[in-house]
């Protein structure tokens, strides 16, 4: 088992930056390839950025690329989505996820394990 929890949302003006936390405990997170997706009501959960778990390799959505960096740092067991010229349609409940595997996936039915999600209101 391993347990997710999100920090780091809030509001930010456009243009603005957040960074959000994700602390994972339970099992070895070097095990873990992770990622960041995002909601909004009414509409499918949908993928933001991943990282392997060694954390040489990323990707990210067409949405948030050059602006959105993902990392982590295997001794804390954290992720961390650094977020960067904040846009409106940026809003959104953010939810870190990990899956046993090398390397993420884009696809959510991949992910073994959940967090419960943190708010990001980008104000115009």
């Known amino acids: 088992q391993v347990q997710l929890v999100e920090s780091g949302g809030g509001l930010a003006q456009a243009g603005n930056s957040l960074r959000l936390s994700c602390a994972a405990s339970g099992r070895t997170f070097t095990s873990y390839a992770m990622g960041w997706f995002r909601q909004t009501p009414g509409k499918e959960r949908e993928f933001v950025a991943t990282?392997?778990?060694?954390?040489?390799?990323?990707y990210y959505a067409d949405s948030v690329k050059g602006r959105f960096t993902i990392s982590r740092d295997n001794a804390k067991n954290t992720v961390y989505l650094q977020m960067n010229s904040l846009k409106p349609e940026d809003t959104a409940v953010y939810y870190c996820?990990?899956?046993?595997?090398?390397?993420?996936?884009?696809?959510?039915?991949?992910?073994?394990?959940w967090g419960q999600g943190t708010q990001v209101t980008v104000s115009s």
């Open positions: 996820a990990a899956v046993h595997s090398p390397y993420g996936s884009q696809w959510k039915n991949d992910y073994n394990y």
């Open positions: 990282i392997s778990r060694s954390g040489g390799t990323t």
